[in-house]
């Protein structure tokens, strides 16, 4: 089974920007998860998607938003970029179980490296 | 609440030593304590977890120790490896009534294991 593929792998921004980074979960899984990673911050969680509605969301302003395909793959865009914006933004899914979809295990992909000029 | 501490931000260990990595937490909802492990230029991967109705679990080298009254939990890396340096990132999971859940991380630690 391939994993999660994230896409572009890198990305060079100016401030003022909007970009549009795109996911794709692994084969089955209908849950996918966005996290922004920075060095001194860890794992920071976004959102999260199920069935193409987002059903968690972390403490980030309005300028990050996201989206959920039929397909489940997703895309998550950050408008008016500033220079804190910059950091390696991870896309995990999670499988879908009899009892329900549960976030104890998440497959992530290898991320995106955003850089903000 | 939702915040999980993680100490110490780096670590370096020599080959065939014990590495140890703390978390701690305040709120008592987590139900689920899982270790990621991450290598340069991969993400995060699950490496072992434990539900705090258990006080230790072992995988291997790798054990976690958790100490559900003093709302903390260790990793610790027996025999470690030059293989073992990487970034870990403790969690907790929080499911606030539903089945899913969402992870809260630790800042993570940055383990060197010296050959």
Not at chain 1, 30 to 42: A, E, F, I, N
Not at chain 2, 22 to 27: R, S
Not at chain 2, 46 to 73: C, H, M, W, Y
């Amino acid at each position: 089974k391939a994993g999660v593929t994230q896409t572009p792998r890198y990305l060079i921004k100016t401030r003022g920007q909007q970009v549009t980074l795109s996911c794709s979960p692994i084969s089955g899984h209908r849950s996918v998860s966005w996290y922004q990673q920075t060095p001194g911050q860890g794992l920071q969680f976004l959102f999260e998607y199920f069935s193409e509605t987002q059903r968690n969301k972390g403490n980030f302003p309005g300028r990050f938003s996201g989206r959920q395909f039929s397909n489940s793959r997703s895309e998550m865009n950050v408008s008016t970029l500033e220079l804190g914006d910059s950091a390696l933004y991870l896309c995990a899914s999670s499988p879908h179980r009899d009892r329900g979809t549960t976030n104890e295990k998440l497959f992530f992909g290898s991320g995106t490296q955003l850089s903000v000029l | 609440q939702q915040q999980v501490k993680q100490s110490p931000q780096s670590l370096i260990v020599q080959k065939g030593g014990i590495s140890i990595i703390n978390c701690a937490y305040e709120n008592t909802a987590f139900d689920y304590f899982p270790w990621y492990q991450q290598f340069p230029g991969k993400g995060p991967a699950l490496l072992i977890a434990i539900r705090p109705d258990v006080s230790e679990k072992k995988e291997g080298r790798f054990t976690i120790s958790f100490n559900k009254s003093a709302k903390q939990f260790s990793l610790h890396i027996m025999d470690s490896q030059p293989g073992d340096s990487a970034t870990y990132f403790c969690a907790a999971l929080w499911r606030g009534g539903t089945s899913y859940g969402k992870l809260t991380f630790g800042q993570g630690t940055i383990l060197t294991v010296h050959p």
